[in-house]
């Protein structure tokens, strides 16, 4: 009797087990196949949600949420979702954007008026030119950058600030190669002054929204926006100067804006309004052109201290490199700039830099093939004339550079003494 109680028990306590370990798989099984089925979801609703990010943009996504975006901001920090919220808003993100740049910008922008060098009528009268532009507020002790072309035949200047009152001013420094000045007023008492924040052009994309701020035919700080539609551009001004490099704009600039600040959306100075691409009337048609600030920027401490800019470059004259070039000299390297002359007793000469014998026509230009191509500068590479320039930019005349080229296909480096830039080397890059 007793072992058949045992017996029972133990049954018991196996078919409990047993019912223990069934239930156990039992929900690992469900977990697993629910799992399957949420992850197969979530790829399908991930595949949704890419379609309607890659047709409506994030705002399609968040829309699915319930929370209407009215705009979305891309920065270093990630992004900065603005809620379109009408009711307790008269102004769309980028309209308040806008006004936040002008608010805090504004102050900083002078309208500089000119007396110019004289001039004789048809009456053999002598008669007095005015011309007029805009600047920008660089020091709380009254140094304000401009276009050279503004002051540089000036007489006298006149600077107007946001409090409606005019000041004298006189020049500083003039680059007219890169067309900068630095003015500078000629009393500071009693002025407030508002220094711009100069940032950077080294990271503009194409497509990015600009602000300029000037004085277009006379009106006082009057605003345009747009966006950047090209960079690297070299430009030959109506003043015949080449400015390399330059940030081209569709934001209205007219006459007058020649000067201001080309701003980002966090109202830094990213270039100075200097260019204008007209057929005829002078008005913006467009195409509008800033100088780089960071080009800007180097130059500053020069014309402020020195009054002037020393920049060196080699004395030869290069050829950029082509495909129908390459093709037609049979060249071994793609890229590289070609040297066609070399200023003879100069100092790429005794350097041993060798000038092409070979005359063809290029272009509307007579050019020597043969020559060296010269592939880099201090080691940094040269692919082109652009590279070349940019290379040579912070090196002064009398500097000495390491020169690399390409010769029949052998690799020679040199040491190469530099001459002081003029704006006629520059503008030979321009053709």
């Keep these: 009797m007793l072992k058949n109680t045992r017996t029972r028990i133990i049954r018991v306590i196996f078919l409990f087990l047993v019912v223990i370990v069934g239930v156990f798989i039992a929900l690992l099984l469900f977990s697993w196949t629910r799992s399957i089925q949420e992850d197969k979801q979530l790829k399908e609703l991930s595949k949704v949600l890419h379609t309607i990010a890659e047709e409506q943009g994030p705002q399609g996504v968040l829309a699915l949420s319930g929370l209407q975006v009215s705009d979305i901001l891309y920065g270093e920090d990630g992004l900065i979702l603005l809620e379109d919220d009408q009711s307790s808003s008269f102004y769309t993100a980028a309209e308040q954007q806008n006004i936040n740049v002008y608010d805090k910008v504004n102050r900083s922008v002078v309208h500089i008026s000119t007396v110019l060098e004289s001039q004789v009528s048809s009456f053999m009268d002598v008669v007095p030119q005015q011309g007029t532009g805009s600047g920008i507020v660089l020091s709380k002790d009254g140094y304000i950058l401009t276009n050279a072309h503004v002051v540089g035949k000036a007489t006298s200047l006149n600077v107007g600030l946001y409090n409606n009152q005019t000041y004298s001013a006189s020049i500083v420094g003039l680059d007219s190669e890169d067309d900068l000045a630095v003015i500078k007023l000629n009393s500071v008492k009693d002025v407030v002054l508002y220094p711009a924040v100069l940032g950077t052009s080294e990271d503009l994309k194409i497509g990015q929204r600009m602000i300029a701020i000037g004085n277009p035919f006379g009106y006082d700080r009057t605003m345009s926006t747009g966006v950047v539609s090209g960079l690297n551009r070299p430009v030959r001004t109506s003043e015949g100067t080449v400015v390399m490099n330059a940030i081209q704009t569709d934001a209205a600039i007219h006459p007058g804006n020649s000067g201001g600040p080309l701003l980002n959306t966090r109202g830094e100075v990213v270039g100075i309004n200097s ?97 060296d191509i010269i592939t880099a500068i201090d080691g940094q590479a040269i692919t082109d004339l652009n590279d070349l320039y940019l290379a040579l930019l912070p090196k002064k005349s009398g500097d000495k550079v390491s020169v690399t080229v390409n010769r029949k296909g052998e690799t020679i480096t040199m040491n190469v003494e530099l001459i002081e830039r003029t704006a006629q080397h520059v503008s030979a890059l321009v053709r």
């Design 275 to 371: 260019a204008i691409f007209t057929t005829s009337s002078g008005s913006s048609q467009g195409l509008n052109f800033a100088i780089p600030v960071d080009t800007a920027i180097a130059v500053i401490p020069d014309l402020i201290k020195l009054g002037k800019v020393s920049r060196g470059w080699l004395d030869l004259a290069c050829v950029q490199l082509t495909p129908q070039l390459i093709s037609y000299a049979n060249l071994s390297v793609d890229k590289g700039v070609l040297v066609s002359e070399v200023v003879k007793g100069g100092f790429s000469d005794k350097a041993g830099i060798k000038a092409g014998s070979q005359k063809v026509q290029y272009g509307s230009s007579i050019i020597n093939l043969g020559g």
